[in-house]
């Protein structure tokens, strides 16, 4: 069974910095594409930020320059490195994986319970 467990989430104030990782059991590291989602409340859950297998990132505007997303194929665990948080960083962080099948992916298939991060002003 893959299971997928943050940490890291807290509430800090505008302008600080938050990691949060992802460790990852029953799931190959490096297979497929692994990502961070975020639920602020009352709002749709929204794409924060992907890495592929190559390691090729893809951030949304709202966080590019701000956040990096790395992985740790050793440690089985994905990170976010957030820096200069904002009120609007608020939100419940996921991470979420896809599935390796046949040597294709499915996508977003592992989803994690999450991690709230509040950032006040």
């Known amino acids: 069974q893959v299971q997928l467990v943050e940490s890291g989430g807290g509430s800090v104030q505008a302008g600080a910095s938050l990691k949060l990782s992802c460790a990852a059991s029953g799931y190959i590291f490096g297979s497929c594409r692994m990502y961070w989602y975020r639920q602020a409340p009352g709002k749709e859950r929204e794409f924060v930020s992907s890495i592929r297998r190559d390691g090729t990132t893809v951030y949304s505007a709202s966080v590019k320059g701000r956040f990096t997303i790395s992985q740790d194929n050793a440690k089985n665990t994905l990170y976010l490195q957030m820096n200069d948080l904002k009120s609007e960083d608020t939100a419940v962080y996921y991470c979420?994986?896809?599935?390796?099948?046949?040597?294709?992916?499915?996508?977003?298939?592992?989803w994690g319970q999450g991690t709230q991060v509040t950032v006040s002003s």
């Open positions: 979420v994986a896809d599935k390796s099948v046949g040597g294709g992916c499915v996508l977003r298939s592992y």
